[in-house]
Structures are given as structure tokens and as C-alpha cells.
């Protein structure tokens, strides 16, 4: 069973940064995508970024130009650099991996930036 375990959030202030990782119990290199979306209260979960096995990567566009996504196959982890953090950005992050196949998830991590 393949489990994903985020960590890196916390509490900063406006204009901050932080850096998330994902790791992942197996192997990621035959997964095609991995992602991180956000819920923030009573809003739907949204991709944030997501990375294909090739290094693709994409963005939604309020993040565009802050955060930055990354995978490194021997750590099994992907990594998600959040710069210039907003009040907005506030919410609880989930790792995703293998979205087309088996839809793997992590418990989330809470990400809360203070104005």
C-alpha cells in the first residue's frame, strides 16, 4: 500500500515562504503526475501545481511566479517551494500521486498565513 506523507506546514507571515515535501512510501518513478491541491475552508480542492514523470510541470495561476514544484525520484518525494506567501494562499495542502490510476493522497498539512 502506497502511503504519502506531507510535512512543512505551519504559521507565516504575509510575504514568507515555506517549502512542503510529499514522501512517498514506494517508488515514484513510474507514476506519471504528481500535484499538491489546497482546500481552504468551504472552498472545493483546487490543484495548486502538479509535475509529470518528465518534469512537466503546471501552475494555477494565482500561484504562478511564487510557487515552484519539484520531485526528486531518489527521495521519493516531491517538494512544494511556496514564496511571497498571501493570506489567500491559507488552507490545508495535499499531496496527490498517480491521479489517472490508482489516486493516491496524503492526510494534508495545514499552511495558514497570517496578514
Known amino acids: 500500500q502506497v502511503q504519502l506523507v506531507e510535512s512543512g506546514g505551519g504559521l507565516v507571515q504575509a510575504g514568507g515562504s515555506l517549502r512542503l515535501s510529499c514522501v512517498v512510501s514506494?517508488?515514484?518513478?513510474?507514476?506519471?503526475?504528481m500535484g499538491w491541491y489546497r482546500q481552504a475552508p468551504g472552498k472545493q480542492r483546487e490543484l495548486v501545481a502538479g509535475i509529470t514523470s518528465d518534469g512537466s510541470t503546471n501552475y494555477a495561476d494565482s500561484v504562478k511566479g511564487r510557487f515552484t514544484i519539484s520531485r526528486d525520484n531518489a527521495k521519493n518525494t516531491v517538494y512544494l517551494q511556496m514564496n511571497s506567501l498571501k493570506h489567500e494562499d491559507t488552507a490545508v495542502y495535499y499531496c496527490?500521486?498517480?491521479?489517472?490510476?490508482?489516486?493516491?493522497w496524503g492526510q494534508g498539512t495545514q499552511v495558514t498565513v497570517s496578514s
Open positions: 496527490n500521486a498517480d491521479p489517472y490510476e490508482n489516486d493516491y
Open positions: 514506494g517508488s515514484i518513478f513510474s507514476f506519471d503526475a
